[in-house]
């Protein structure tokens, strides 16, 4: 079968290459995915040029990356039931601490990181359900409802930012994003209430006016060094934060007094390393969502498995309007 393959770190060009791979066997437990399409998100990408702390080397000789997939079952090892194969599906964690992930032909995997798609779903949408989707549903109810909150969704024209600003108005929130000028059409058509620059001087003043001058009461955070001293002027008490990436500052001071006077929670979100409680209930809210056609997750290239390099370049330059993929078809 066809793969995507690197054996070392670096470069996306230098070292991502398409070759014949044996076709892997479901084992127990496992059902064999035929791919369709495979998402690249921005944590494949660094894992691959080796910008994840601590990593020198791939976790194994031969990486086939990539953590998010759609497909078909062909077929199910011992204890799956049989009646599986044919199922549409999506994945999550293809690549997760595993060699083989959804960049490839076939990827076979525990049978409960195929989650079987939505009648109406398209298997593109569905290879955007994994990291992105999930990332963006946990971050808006892990908290319970949002129903009649407001939410700061920071990065609203990102791939995660955007299923958050859609899944937000889904369960009753008023929405203010913040995103670069240039999205601001595009972020207010994905459902935001409101969307503001998110380098204005007065970000702060602009976001306690576009509430009415009420603080908000939770903050989805992609950038969190940069825009902590803002969340501490705007958050509500007993507000919470939750911080999904902070790239431009990965190390930042924290505002602890105004904060804890606020009685501010902030919580960490790595999708990756959700309990399956967690997961199943940010899996229910996608598919609610999907079903009532308050989500549409846009895409902004599929590629051509030749062109999996420029995929991952496409990833790496940011500003992208939605996810990118691979096609297996």
């Known amino acids: ?24 066997a479901p084992q127990k437990g496992e059902v064999l995915v035929r791919v369709h399409f495979s998402g ?15 990593i020198s080397q791939p ?13 078909v079952i062909e077929a199910v090892g011992p204890d799956v039931p049989p009646d599986r194969v044919g199922e549409k599906v999506w994945l999550w964690n293809a690549g997760w601490q595993r060699p083989h992930g959804s960049a490839a032909d076939y990827v076979a995997l525990p049978q409960a990181q195929a989650v079987p798609l939505p009648d109406d779903t398209s298997l593109e949408t569905g290879a955007v359900l994994g990291i992105p989707g999930l990332t ?21 024209s990102g791939t995660v930012g955007r299923i958050a600003v859609q899944l937000a108005k889904w369960g009753g929130a008023r929405v203010i994003a913040t995103c670069a000028p240039t999205q601001r059409e595009r972020v207010l058509s994905g459902g935001a209430d409101a969307a503001l620059d998110y380098a204005a001087p007065d970000l702060a003043a602009q976001i306690l006016l576009c ?10 955070e992609v950038e969190a060094g940069q825009n902590i001293d803002v969340i501490a002027q705007v ?24 904060l804890m006077f606020k009685n501010v929670t902030l919580r960490m979100a790595l999708i990756y390393l959700l309990s399956m409680t967690e997961r199943v209930q940010a899996i229910m809210r996608l598919h609610d969502a999907l079903s009532e056609g308050a989500l549409c997750p846009d895409i902004a290239a599929i590629f051509p498995i030749e062109a999996c390099a420029l995929a991952h370049e496409t990833v790496e330059a940011g500003r992208r309007k939605g996810a990118v993929l691979i096609s297996f078809v």
């Open 136 to 156: 963006a549903a946990h971050c808006v109810f892990a908290d319970g409802s949002v129903r009649g909150k407001t939410l700061l969704i920071s990065g609203g």
């Open 40 to 54: 690249v998100n921005p944590s494949d990408v660094k894992l691959r040029a080796g910008l994840r702390p601590g």
């Open 235 to 258: 958050i509500a008490e007993s507000g919470t934060i939750v911080a999904y990436g902070s790239a431009q500052s990965p190390t930042f001071q924290l505002p602890f007094y105004p």
């Open 211 to 220: 509430n009415a001058g009420r603080p908000v009461d939770r903050v989805i």
């Open 59 to 71: 976790p194994f000789p031969l990486m086939i990356p990539h953590s998010d997939g759609a497909g």
């Open 1 to 24: 079968m066809r793969a995507i393959t690197y054996r070392e770190l670096g470069p996306a060009g230098h070292v991502l290459r398409v070759e014949n791979v044996p076709k892997p």
